[in-house]
């Protein structure tokens, strides 16, 4: 009896130690009101050139082939590691040198761009993004929002530092529809769903979806959508709606499913110093990611 209660005991305090520091949830997630999904995705913002930010980059004359720079997880303010972006801005200097008609336009990053959601590692970000902007030509960078990025309720503080300032949104491009949805709880949420899909179908053209959580690829610390009928159901109606492309991160590895469409796993810049380079062909309707460090 003793022996089945000291198990049971410490079969507890291994549960509670497994959510409490576990990177998904951690003990700050039982005292924070920022984890409400359906509060933050009330409407779905419709990105156009009345936005001054978004004319200035010209993303809505994109056509034809090019070029997008995806990154995911930076994690900036960790702990773990520091953060320069040296490897990256070498990166970017050697193909605008060798083969400037691959150089990004734009920038995707999925989320976790900050380690906790502080003030101040929001404005180590910024500074990283402004110096991509500046000094290296990339006309624009839209965020997905991650979960570590709304840790302790600073969604204030994502939604004030992160163009465009709203985590769930769309723009266009010549052919090409372009979505961003809020998974940074580990789910989409019935509110958001409705939305979406009403878009969506309502979209002829082909289509490409961003995000944080990736729909795929299981890890044992709760690395995936919460929601799998959920996920399953969005997974089908991508493949019905000419989805082309989902790109997702979170995970910090490097993977590649067939789910109808490409579905892409994006690498942590923050950690392993890696990201990814989408081409797009807008004519032929398809978009290919390369993994780059």
């Known amino acids: 009896m003793i022996k089945g209660r000291s198990f049971f005991r410490y079969f507890i305090i291994s549960i509670i130690s497994l959510v409490l520091f576990s990177s998904c949830y951690g003990s700050w997630n039982f005292w924070y009101s920022g ?10 913002r419709y990105l156009t050139n009345d936005d001054s930010d978004f004319a200035n980059s010209k993303i809505s004359d994109l056509h034809g082939e090019y070029t997008v720079l995806v990154i995911s ?19 970017l200097d050697n193909l605008k040198a060798e083969h400037p008609e691959l150089y990004p336009k734009f920038m995707l990053s999925l989320g976790d761009s900050v380690n906790i959601g502080y003030e101040d590692q929001y404005k180590e970000y910024l500074d990283f993004c402004n110096k991509l902007i500046e000094d290296y030509d990339i006309r624009l960078i839209l965020n997905s929002c991650g979960n570590h990025d709304i840790y302790q309720s600073h969604w204030d503080n994502w939604e004030k530092f992160c163009y465009p300032h709203t985590s769930f949104y769309k723009f266009k491009t010549e052919k090409l529809s372009w979505y961003c ?7 989409v949420g019935l509110n958001q769903y409705n939305i979406l899909m009403k878009d969506i179908k309502n979209d002829s053209r082909k289509k490409i979806i961003f995000t944080h959580y990736p729909f795929v690829r299981f890890n044992y610390n709760c690395s ?23 790109l997702g991160g979170h995970n910090h590895t490097q993977t590649y499913d067939n789910l109808g469409f490409p579905d892409y796993g994006i690498p942590s810049f923050g950690y ?4 990814g380079l989408l081409y797009i062909n807008e004519t032929e309707g398809t978009a290919r990611l390369e993994f780059c460090e």
């Open 35 to 44: 984890n409400d999904v359906d509060k933050r995705t009330k409407n779905l």
């Open 181 to 187: 949805l809020d998974t940074a709880s580990g789910a």
């Open 224 to 246: 995936n959508m919460a929601e799998t009928t959920e996920r399953n159901k969005m997974i089908s109606d991508f493949a019905k709606n000419n989805v082309i492309c989902v």
């Open 272 to 275: 392993n110093e890696k990201w």
């Open 73 to 91: 997880d930076s994690h900036f303010g960790s702990k773990r590691r520091k953060i320069s972006g040296e490897p990256l801005f070498r990166y």
